[in-house]
């Protein structure tokens, strides 16, 4: 008898508020245009913080138009293994590791280790 209590209500698709004494905010419209030529344009609150970008459907960033320019942020120049490597050795330290690891290789193979000059 339990199941048959919410039989009829549509409690998940349909709420019981009404719009009555609801007074929308006043709106403008703002225009974006990436650099494809699309255009979006975008209904905000005029209390609102209008942002300076906004994502395009093609996924590019585009402008506001009549805005101020977005500020770019510094970004870091992207760290390679190469530069994370530098950080822990030198190169002379470098330079032996790849003798030791070569001289391993040859022995692997049979080969005789070659002389280092000093």
């Known amino acids: 008898m339990a199941e048959r209590t919410l039989r009829g209500t549509r409690m998940v698709s349909f709420s019981m508020e009404t719009t009555e ?6 709106r403008q419209i703002t225009a974006y245009m990436c650099e494809d030529g699309h255009r ?3 209904p905000f609150s ?3 913080e209008i942002p300076s970008t906004w994502e ?14 977005p500020e770019l942020k510094p970004t870091k120049p992207a ?3 190469w530069d994370m ?11 032996e590791l790849l003798e030791e690891r ?3 290789l040859r ?5 005789k280790p070659r002389k280092r000059s000093a």
């Open 79 to 81: 760290r390679t293994h």
């Open 21 to 26: 004494n609801v007074v929308p905010s006043d």
């Open 40 to 42: 979006t344009e975008l």
């Open 102 to 104: 070569l001289d391993l």
């Open 56 to 69: 395009c459907r093609c996924g590019k960033l585009g402008k506001l138009v009549d805005g101020p320019e």
């Open 107 to 111: 022995a692997s193979r049979g080969e």
């Open 46 to 48: 005029v209390e609102a």
């Open 85 to 95: 490597l530098l950080e822990r050795r030198s190169i002379p330290e470098l330079e």
